[in-house]
């Protein structure tokens, strides 16, 4: 020891110098260490060359202790788990009050319709029957497709960051913006033809008329209801409701109220102003010009440049399969024998829409949730499933379907009762007319379920966003399905009081 320690330099000597050999061989023997000791020697060699280098010793500074974040796929397994175990019972409470809150929206705007039918504008310009479906079908092709895609979002996280929230917020808008002033003038264009043809000509005044207020109508009920579809979204999520089984419902009972008060506003006051010969013309050009301005504003979102790109081909052909069921209403309404119609067709219609857009965007979220667009998820594996698999099996969302199903029947004996109490209608509410209406009705909602089913997969399986393709075809479905099956049951009252049952 007293040899080795003879080795080295005093402390504070200056002159002192090494051999080269004999440095080399210290080094090495440096580099051996700090690998025996599994980084000890490292860290301490860099100490002491720090301290050689600064001329005092220093403490090496720590990384900073991040505390952890909850990752999204916790979040979504949190949510994927919470969807699962859905019970029917909760399903139908969570379901319960805006459905009911829905149907007395629509029991309201049977009222209005049931009311302005006897307006001259409804009486001289009969083609706005025609565009009732098509303009009130309009919640089912944007507003209840606007809160489906925003449940979906808000479901999978993707509303958590405001920036992200802010954005799609506004894209969404503009993009409904654009799909009703669209729409809107397509389904005028469709209720003139088809008018035509009926009445074997065209009045211009008319037609200006039906235009501008059809695209009137969608632009202001486009973006009102669309702001309260996107504070009920943001709000249910905050206090831990599923928005899938809330945002529908509150679109269907504000959209068929808002709609038909609109129209009937709109048209009876550009009616009244006709023989200012540019009013209507003017009125539609000037919605017509906002196009581009919503386009620009809707395709900052890559989502929503998607939908501005494909999304055309559903809303325009449920548009179309709607006008098919305005004609109906537009030949019934002033049958004698089908008096009363009128306060009928919007809850049935109504109710039929908002059940199976429920139903289809919970599938929606389920598929978003299990599987990528293009590969079914293993429980929903087959493509073409049986009515007995839709309803009757164990998933969640036979599940959704049969509680859905079984609130036909409640729902429409409420909402009938409450159209008695207000004295609506022209028709007497008789045992055989309750029979064969809510016959009517589950048939419909039946059929509309059942169908939603395969066209969601059948969407899913090609590669499209069922949030953003099935609801207008459904709801557009449910019209027809609705206005044809309830003149069916009037016919069908018809002949059994005139048997004497």
Not at 75 to 99: D, G, N, W
Not at 465 to 489: K, M, Q, R, V
Request: proline fraction near 5%; aromatic fraction near 8%; include cysteine.
């Amino acid at each position: 020891m007293l040899e080795a320690d003879s080795l080295l330099p005093p402390s504070g000597a200056k002159g002192f110098t090494m051999p080269a050999d004999e440095v080399r061989q210290r080094k090495g023997g440096g580099r051996k260490k700090s690998k025996k000791g599994k980084g000890k020697g490292q860290g301490g060699s860099a100490n002491e060359r720090s301290s050689s280098l600064n001329g005092q010793d220093e403490v090496p500074l720590l990384p900073p202790i991040v505390p952890p974040k909850k990752p999204v796929e916790e979040k979504k397994r949190t949510v994927q788990a919470k969807t699962e175990e859905e019970s029917s019972m909760a399903i139908c409470l969570q379901v319960l009050f805006p459905y009911l809150l829905a149907g007395m929206g629509m029991v309201m705007a049977g009222m209005v319709l049931d009311s302005v039918q006897h307006w001259d504008v409804f009486k001289v310009i009969t083609e706005v029957f025609i565009l009732v479906p098509a303009l009130v079908g309009l919640k089912g092709n944007l507003e209840m497709t606007l809160a489906s895609r925003l449940s979906t979002a808000a479901n999978t996280g993707q509303m958590d960051d405001p920036k992200q929230q802010w954005l799609m917020v506004c894209s969404n808008l503009a993009l409904i913006q654009v799909q009703a002033t669209v729409v809107g003038f397509l389904a005028a264009l469709a209720a003139v033809a088809l008018g035509a043809v009926s009445r074997g000509g065209v009045e211009l005044d008319q037609a200006a008329v039906l235009c501008a207020s059809s695209v009137t109508t969608a632009f202001i009920a486009a973006l009102s209801l669309g702001l309260v579809m996107i504070g009920v979204i943001i709000g249910s999520r905050k206090v831990g409701i599923n928005p899938d089984n809330v945002a529908t419902p509150i679109a269907a009972s504000l959209g068929d109220l808002i709609t038909l008060s609109l129209l009937a506003g709109v048209s009876s006051t550009l009616f009244h102003y006709r023989d200012i010969w540019y009013l209507s013309p003017l009125v539609c050009v000037f919605f017509l010009v906002l196009i581009p301005l919503w386009v620009v504003i809707a395709r900052r979102s890559l989502q929503i440049r998607e939908v501005l790109r494909s999304g055309w081909q559903p809303v325009i052909v449920a548009m179309s399969i709607s006008s098919f069921g305005g004609l109906i209403l537009d030949k019934t309404v002033s049958d004698p024998n089908f008096e009363g119609m009128a306060v009928f067709t919007p809850v049935i219609n109504g109710v039929g829409g908002n059940l199976v857009a429920i139903q289809a965007s919970r599938i929606s979220t389920y598929l978003h949730f299990w599987s990528i667009p293009g590969v079914l998820p293993y429980k929903m594996r087959q493509h073409w499933p049986n009515p007995c698999m839709t309803f009757f099996s164990a998933g969640v969302n036979s599940k959704s379907a049969r509680v859905l199903f079984l609130l036909v029947v409640p729902g429409h004996l409420v909402f009938l009762f409450a159209i008695k109490m207000l004295q609506g209608g022209h028709t007497a509410i008789t045992l055989a007319f309750t029979c064969c209406y809510l016959c009517a009705a589950l048939l419909q909602v039946g059929i509309l379920l059942y169908v939603a089913d395969l066209i969601v997969r059948l969407m899913w399986r090609k590669g499209l966003d069922p949030d953003n393709f099935s609801i207008p075809y459904l709801t557009a479905l449910g019209d027809l399905l609705g206005t044809g099956f309830l003149a069916l049951c009037f016919r069908l009252v018809m002949l059994v009081e005139g048997l004497g049952l």
